[in-house]
Every structure is written in C-alpha cells, then in structure tokens.
C-alpha cells in the first residue's frame, strides 16, 4: 500500500477527475481532497492511495512533473512527519525553558 501526494491542482479537479486519471497505471483504493476549514474550498493536493507499490511508482513517474489539466502537477510519495505538530500540546503555564535568562 502506498500514499501519493498530488500537489499544484487546480481547484476544480475533483475525486473522480483523479480516481480515472491514476487507475490508467493502476488499481486506486482512495482518493483523498483536502478541503480549507475556513472558506470550505478544495485545496490544492490530495491523496491517492495505490494497494500495489509496482502501479504507484509507475504512476508517479508518469505523471509527476507532467502537465495535466493546465497545471504541472507534482506527484510523489507521501511524507509523514514524526513530529507532528498536534502531538507536541504543551499543558499548563509556562516552562523554565521558556523563561529568559536572568543577567545581573
């Protein structure tokens, strides 16, 4: 199983759109858009997830890089971050570390 990243769309591509043009190199298990919180628009990538490594990789390599539909898209394998940002919560007031040092 592999996660693609499918970055620089247009904001008018759509699940579908996607789902037909990675199932030309392969069989898609899901297609994922991001929507914005605030304004409720798609934003401008999205996640395909491939079962077959083999078919991902051909379908990276055919279409990163590649225009489709008026833009280049940049399409490569997805990055997870260890580090993630939700994960580093900091509970309660401040830290010692936190505190500039004192010169006198």
Not at 31 to 57: H, Q, Y
Request: with cysteine; hydrophobic share 40%; proline share 2%.
């Amino acid at each position: 199983m592999m996660k693609i990243f499918v970055g620089n769309m247009t904001r008018d591509i759509g699940k579908d759109t996607l789902l037909t043009l990675f199932s030309d190199y392969g069989t898609v298990e899901d297609v994922t858009v991001l929507i914005d919180r605030i304004n409720g628009e798609w934003k401008a990538f999205a996640f395909v997830e491939m079962p077959n490594e083999n078919e991902a990789w051909e379908a990276i390599s055919a279409l990163d890089s590649k225009e489709h539909f008026g833009h280049v898209l940049c399409v490569h394998q997805a990055r997870f971050q260890n580090n993630d940002r939700r994960d580093n919560r900091r509970f309660g007031g401040r830290r010692h570390s936190d505190l500039p040092e004192l010169t006198n």
